[in-house]
Structure formats: structure tokens, C-alpha cells
């Protein structure tokens, strides 16, 4: 595959060294009834510019796919989990979530970045930090 991607770049590379340096004719096209005037590689690099936009749109597109799917993943994992608990607890509702589940169900409001990096809250407890404030 490496091999493929390395020939496929040089094959690239020759294509636009080729395209610039022979590209001087001039092309005239409308474009909304008006008239534009531009040598060969400018079509060329708006074909590029156009399909780097395409490319940034179809990765957009599959992040947010992705994080949609991890999304409904962990939510249900999450009911799972809590429906483990409910059958395993009984009628015990003494129990909050986040004494079971392991993690802080607060989010941390402090404002610094959490151990994501997200600011807002993380989804583990920092261990640096502690609600106990030392006597003087």
C-alpha cells in the first residue's frame, strides 16, 4: 500500500509540474453570463481547490458519523449498566449512579481543562484535587 500511495503522489506531482509549466493557453468560459478569461492551470488549480473542499466536507461528514455511533455506544452501555444495577440492588435506591458506576457524575465546574481536555468536567475525578480543605 505504501508503494501504491508513494507512485500515486509522483504520479500527482508530474501531472501538476506538467500542467503549470505547459499551461499557458488560455481557456474562456461563462460563468453566470460572465465572461472569464484564465490560463489552462488556473482551471486546474480551481479543480483542485474544489476537490480539497469535497474532501474536507466527506471528513466532516465521517467524524460525525463516527462520534455519532460512539455516542449511542456508550449510551448504551450506560443503560445497561444501570438496568445491571436496578436487577442486582433490588428496590435499594439509597445508592446514587456515581456511587456505583465509578465515576463523577458532577461535572466539574472549576473551569479548567479536565483530563479530556475538555473543560467543563472529564469523566474520571481528578485525584490532585479534593473537596477536603486542609485546617490552618
Known amino acids: 500500500m505504501i508503494l501504491l500511495a ?43 481547490g474544489t476537490g480539497l473542499v469535497a474532501l474536507t466536507g466527506v471528513i466532516a461528514l465521517v467524524a460525525g458519523i463516527r462520534r ?19 436487577r442486582a440492588a433490588g428496590s435499594d435506591d439509597d445508592q446514587e449512579p456515581r456511587d456505583w458506576i465509578g465515576q463523577s457524575a458532577a461535572p466539574d465546574r472549576s473551569g479548567t481543562p479536565g483530563a479530556s481536555g475538555t473543560v467543563g468536567g472529564s469523566w474520571m475525578p481528578d485525584p490532585n484535587t479534593s473537596s477536603r480543605h486542609a485546617s490552618p
Open 68 to 86: 455519532a455511533r460512539e455516542r449511542r455506544r456508550e449510551i448504551e452501555y450506560l443503560r445497561r449498566k444501570v438496568a445491571q444495577h436496578e
Open 6 to 48: 508513494l507512485l500515486l503522489l509522483a504520479a500527482v506531482v508530474a501531472l501538476v509540474v506538467g500542467v503549470v509549466l505547459d499551461g499557458g493557453e488560455s481557456v474562456a468560459f461563462d460563468v453566470f453570463t460572465v465572461g472569464v478569461d484564465t490560463p489552462l492551470w488556473g482551471v486546474f488549480a480551481g479543480g483542485v
